[in-house]
């Protein structure tokens, strides 16, 4: 049974403790239910530059293009849902190039991506690069999306084991980019959501400072305070070493059944 989506969501960057600016990037539409975290990278200021185009040019393509996909909403909707995201990624992708080819101080910059969008009750990721994307339930941790980097290949050839991988020089090296190349590779995947599911977005500079186990037992401890738990999860990434920018997007799902619904009758709530 379809039900209204009602969504909890709170977000946090930190420049962490050693960086001397952030280069991560978020942006959140309440209205449309989606999120977007970008990691930027490049000398300068050029990886700022790069993950706040990408940032910006998804939320505004996905704010330009929803409300007509939702009021014609049909049973075909859902793939062209998927498709309209590629889109506002394909887009950020030749905006960044765009930038750099006009500005050569921008040379070879570039930026990871992650966008969930919730509709219903569903959860539509696509990423590019090693900013993931976990969701708790249950208790327990799932990481939901694959590292485009050289670090999980090689995981995934046998070449090197994940405890290994944990210290491994290479785990900063990545396979993907937003802004690198005309043609672009994005991985999209569909999830099923459930009522009391905590959604983790985050950047580099969290998942390398803190475990899976850290991260489990953090948003076990502070689930029911999401505010608490995006703060804490920042702090203990800092108290780590905050060796990169830390961002994090915490989304609950919190739903009410109904027999049908438009996609438009969506309650959501944010908090900030």
């Given amino acids: 049974m379809a039900y209204h989506v009602s969504l909890e969501c709170v977000a946090k960057t930190d420049t962490g403790m050693v960086r001397s600016h952030n280069e991560d990037f978020i ?132 070449l090197i084991t994940p405890e290994a991988a944990l210290t491994s020089p290479n785990r900063n090296l990545i396979t993907r980019a937003v802004g690198v190349d005309r043609e672009l590779d994005i991985e999209v995947h569909e999830h099923t959501t459930r009522p009391g599911d905590i959604y983790l977005l985050c950047s580099d500079g969290l998942s390398d400072m803190l475990s899976d186990a850290d991260i489990t037992a953090t948003l076990n401890e502070f689930g029911s305070d999401l505010e608490s738990a995006c703060g804490t999860l920042v702090q203990r990434a800092n108290t780590r070493g905050g060796k990169d920018n830390v961002s994090v997007i915490l989304a609950k799902v919190l739903t009410v059944e109904v027999k049908s619904e438009k996609l438009l009758d969506r309650v959501l709530k944010w908090v900030r």
């Fill in 27 to 158: 942006a959140i539409s309440a209205r449309h239910g989606f999120v977007v975290l970008a990691d930027g990278m490049g000398g300068y200021s050029a990886g700022e530059v790069a993950s706040s185009i990408a940032a910006t040019v998804v939320q505004e393509t996905l704010e330009d293009r929803l409300p007509g996909l939702f009021k014609e909403w049909t049973r075909h909707s859902d793939r062209q849902l998927q498709q309209l995201i590629v889109e506002a990624v394909a887009r950020a992708n030749s905006s960044i190039i765009d930038a750099a080819e006009n500005e050569p101080q921008f040379h070879g910059m570039g930026t990871t991506v992650v966008v969930g969008m919730f509709y219903q009750d569903r959860l539509i990721l696509a990423h590019v690069g090693d900013s993931r994307a976990y969701r708790l339930r249950d208790g327990e941790l799932s990481q939901i999306t694959r590292d485009h980097s050289l670090l999980q290949e090689q995981i995934d050839a046998g």
